[in-house]
């Protein structure tokens, strides 16, 4: 993922996409559900992993 990051330009979309991911993740953790966190940091690595592979491999219509 680190070498995507640097590598390939990001879009707003992803950065608010990522953003809105982020601060579920926090919200949880503020909540001290664990694992409502560890749900919500599953579903951020997942996204943030499709994000990448839709800019590496772009679905050519």
């Known amino acids: 993922m680190y070498r995507i990051r640097v590598l390939l330009p990001r879009s707003a979309g992803w950065i608010a996409e990522a953003e809105h991911e982020h601060r579920a993740v926090v919200?949880?953790?503020?909540?001290?559900?664990?694992?409502?966190?560890?749900?919500?940091?599953?579903?951020?690595?997942?996204?943030?992993?499709?994000?990448?592979?839709r800019l590496v491999l772009p679905i050519q219509r």
Request: charged share 35%.
């Open 27 to 53: 919200a949880r953790i503020n909540d001290r559900d664990g694992d409502g966190a560890a749900q919500a940091m599953e579903r951020h690595l997942r996204a943030s992993c499709d994000r990448a592979i």
